[in-house]
């Protein structure tokens, strides 16, 4: 069975700071990647998604994430942190041709102002 | 506006107690889906529906029905809960074909704000 890990659960940076979130998955086939984010007490957001082509994609607020094929990694990445992306952020699998999405645990970002 | 809309978004009930979470969506999705968020594992796909009257079970369906009577309603059905479904809830629902590889646009989610419920 396909599984994605997230392997920071809980990261606590300083506004300004960079960020990489890790995401891995299993599946050594034909995938779409996604992060989904998730702001306290507000429902899941795409972040960004990734199909086909440019490797590097580029989502909203700034965040990007690269896919890595030879690594199955699909990192989520900003430059400099703010306050406001204080959130919880998924990472999310689907194996083309399944109905379904595959999310790993989560990452508790914590930015300090 | 666009959106997912679930209810009742807090519920607190006893064990055995049938309970049923609606979900509606006014996107004219055919695909539909729940998923169960706990601390330390994500999110974990109960149900889905393709379709009308097309369910099919995710990775966790134990203790839950579904229905897909309607385009735009897929309630989950706790017929009897247990404390260990204690959890917060999530709805969503993609437009035609999600899964399907070259189908950019139908892989995207669109979730609900989430029912948090309590089985005592």
């Known amino acids: 069975a396909q599984s994605v890990s997230q392997h920071n659960h809980h990261v606590i940076l300083s506004e300004a700071a960079s960020l990489e979130l890790g995401c891995n998955y299993s599946y050594g086939g034909t995938v779409n990647l996604f992060w989904y984010v998730q702001y306290p007490g507000q429902h899941l957001q795409l972040l960004l998604k990734y199909f086909s082509g440019d490797p590097l994609v580029k989502g909203i607020k700034g965040f990007e994430a690269e896919f890595i094929k030879s690594k199955f990694s699909f990192n989520l990445r900003k430059p400099s942190v703010q306050w406001s992306d204080t959130a919880e952020y998924f990472c999310?699998?689907?194996?083309?041709?399944?109905?379904?999405?595959?999310f790993g645990s989560g990452t508790r970002l914590q930015v300090q102002p | 506006e666009a959106q997912v809309t679930q209810n009742p978004r807090y519920l607190i009930t006893v064990t055995g107690k049938k309970l049923t979470v609606t979900c509606s969506q006014n996107m004219n999705h055919e695909y539909m889906s729940w998923y169960r968020q706990d601390p330390g594992l994500g999110l974990r796909q109960i149900y889905y529906?393709?379709?009308?009257?097309?369910?099919d079970k995710g990775d966790v369906p134990e203790g839950y029905k579904v229905s897909r009577k309607e385009k735009r309603n897929f309630p989950l059905i706790l017929e009897s809960p247990s404390p260990n479904q204690t959890s917060l809830y999530f709805c969503a629902s993609s437009s035609t074909a999600f899964g399907q590889q070259g189908r950019s646009g139908a892989n995207v989610l669109t979730f609900g704000a989430g029912s948090r419920l309590t089985v005592l």
């Open positions: 999310a699998v689907n194996q083309a041709g399944r109905r379904a999405l595959t």
């Open positions: 529906s393709m379709n009308v009257e097309v369910t």
